[in-house]
C-alpha cells in the first residue's frame, strides 16, 4: 500500500470518528424505557423535582383536559359580592386575573353572572379560557329541557361551547337516578361537543358518598377545607358541621378512581377572616393529594395575589 493510499484511509477513519461524534451529540435521547433503571429513577426524580406554580395547567381527571390550577369564583354570597363590582370592575378583575396566568372562570346560571363573563372575556383567546358553569336542577324548566338551558347559557356567556358544566348542588342520596333524565342530556350534549367534561357539586355526605359510586361522573366540584367550614356534613345543611374526616376520606377515593377534582370552600366560603385559617387551607389543598384545581371567589388584584402567593409556598412542600 502507498503511502497516498496510507493517507487517504487515515483521513477517512478519522472523518467518520468525528462524523460519529457529532451524530452523537445532536441525537436524540433514547426513550424512557430504553435507559438504564438508574437514569430513568433520576429523570423520575427531576420530573417530581420541577418547580409548580398556582398558575400551571394541570390534567384534570381521566380526560386528561388542561386546566388552570387556580380558578376564580364569580358565586361568592350567591354572585352578589361579585356583581356589586359592576360589569367595569369585574372586567378589570378578570382581566388582572388572566395577566397574572388565571385562566379558569368558574359560574353559574343562579349566580347571575353569565352575561358579565360574557363582556370580560371579549377579546381574550376563548382556547386559552376554562369556562365552568353549573345547572341547578330544580329551577322551572330545567328537568324538563335541560338542553335547551344549555343553549341560554352558551348564549349568555357568548360561548360555543363549556368546558365543564356541572349538576348544581345535589343533596339526595338518590339524585342520580331521580335526574337521569337531565344527566343523559349532558351525554348528548358531551357527544355533540357543546360540553368538554361533566360532573356534579354536592351538598352534604349522602349526595356525595351517592356520587362516589356513579360512574356518570368525570368531574367532581367538592367542599374541602381541614377546619370544616361548610364541608359537607349528615344532612347536608348549610350551617351543619363538616364532617371532615368522612369527606375527605370520600373525595380521596374519588380521585383515585380517576375523577378530577375541584375544590371549592377553600377560604371557608369567605369566612376565614384569619390569615392563619387561610393558610392553612391553602397549603392543605395543595398538599394532600387528591386536589386538581380549587376554585376561589376573589374580588380584587389583590385577593389574587395573596391566594398565588400561598399557593406557591404550600406547592413547594406539596
Given at each position: 500500500m502507498t503511502p497516498n493510499e496510507i493517507?487517504?484511509?487515515?483521513f477517512l477513519g478519522r472523518s467518520a470518528a468525528l462524523a460519529g461524534s457529532a451524530l452523537a451529540a445532536t441525537a436524540p435521547l433514547c426513550p424512557a424505557a430504553a435507559l438504564p433503571a438508574a437514569a430513568a429513577a433520576e429523570g423520575e426524580k427531576a420530573a417530581k423535582n420541577t418547580k409548580r406554580s398556582a398558575t400551571d395547567l394541570v390534567p384534570l381527571g381521566r380526560k386528561k383536559l388542561m386546566i388552570c390550577r387556580i380558578g376564580i369564583g364569580t358565586g361568592s354570597s350567591g354572585g352578589d359580592v361579585q356583581r356589586k363590582l359592576g360589569q367595569e370592575g369585574f372586567t378589570k378583575l378578570i382581566r388582572e386575573c388572566y395577566d397574572r396566568g388565571i385562566t379558569f372562570i368558574d359560574t353559574a346560571d343562579m349566580y347571575h353572572t353569565h352575561e358579565m363573563v360574557r363582556e370580560a372575556i371579549k377579546g381574550l383567546p376563548r382556547e386559552k379560557l376554562?369556562?365552568?358553569?353549573?345547572m341547578m336542577w330544580d329551577r322551572p324548566?330545567?328537568?324538563e329541557k335541560p338542553l335547551e338551558v344549555l343553549d341560554r347559557f352558551r348564549k349568555e356567556l357568548g360561548v360555543d361551547y363549556v368546558d365543564s358544566l356541572l349538576v348544581h348542588c345535589a343533596t339526595q342520596n338518590t339524585w342520580d337516578a331521580d335526574l337521569k333524565p337531565m344527566l343523559d342530556v349532558?351525554?348528548?350534549a358531551q357527544e355533540k361537543k357543546l360540553i368538554r367534561t361533566k360532573g356534579v357539586s354536592c351538598h352534604g355526605l349522602p349526595a356525595l358518598?351517592?356520587?362516589?359510586?356513579?360512574?356518570?361522573?368525570?368531574?367532581?366540584?367538592a367542599r374541602i377545607n381541614p377546619q370544616g367550614k361548610r364541608v359537607d356534613g349528615t344532612f347536608g345543611k348549610w350551617d351543619e358541621p363538616g364532617n371532615v374526616p368522612e369527606a375527605t376520606k370520600t373525595i380521596k377515593a374519588m380521585h383515585e378512581k380517576?375523577?378530577?377534582?375541584l375544590?371549592?370552600?377553600i377560604i371557608g366560603n369567605g369566612?376565614?377572616?384569619d390569615a392563619a385559617d387561610r393558610e392553612k387551607s391553602v397549603r392543605f389543598a395543595m398538599t394532600c393529594g387528591y386536589v386538581d384545581s380549587i376554585v376561589v371567589g376573589l374580588k380584587s388584584a389583590a385577593e389574587a395575589d395573596e391566594l398565588i402567593g400561598r399557593m406557591n409556598r404550600a406547592l413547594v412542600e406539596a
Open positions: 493517507s487517504r484511509r487515515q376554562w369556562i365552568q358553569t353549573k324548566g330545567v328537568p349532558f351525554d348528548e358518598k351517592r356520587a362516589l359510586d356513579v360512574d356518570w361522573v368525570e368531574v367532581h366540584l380517576g375523577r378530577g377534582i375544590g371549592m370552600k369566612e376565614f377572616t
